[in-house]
Nanobody, 126 residues
């Protein structure tokens, strides 16, 4: 069964950086689309960035994070990363890694992903 575990969250000041990791077990990450989502208190879960299935398309980003966040994959480590720069208080949320085992190529839509990690908290505050 596909399983992913996120790590790397924490408390950071506005303007700072964090790198989140999504480590996979039981499957090869490169075979599937892998996306990062986030959910702030009282808000719906939203897609942030997506690494396409097999790297067939360029990474896809939500407008709110374009130019600040970068998603990448290390196939040797079977891990996907989310580098977050120029962080803002509105980036505060629980960040989740998700796997599109149903065959989606690239997406930021929650229903397209069926295997989720437990999440990691990111707090941007003075």
């Amino acid at each position: 069964q596909a399983q992913v575990v996120e790590s790397g969250g924490g408390l950071v000041q506005p303007g700072g950086s964090l790198r989140l990791s999504c480590a996979a077990s039981g499957f090869t990450l490169d075979y599937y689309a892998i996306a990062w989502f986030r959910q702030a208190p009282g808000k719906e879960r939203e897609g942030v960035a997506c690494m396409s299935k097999g790297g067939s398309h360029p990474p896809y980003y939500a407008d709110s994070v374009k130019g600040r966040f970068t998603v990448s994959r290390d196939n040797a480590k079977n891990t996907v990363y989310l580098q977050m720069n120029s962080l803002k208080p509105e980036d505060t949320a629980v960040y989740y890694c998700a796997v599109g085992t149903l065959g989606v190529i690239r997406s930021l839509s929650v229903p397209d992903f069926d295997s989720w990690g437990q999440g990691t908290q990111v707090t941007v505050s003075k």
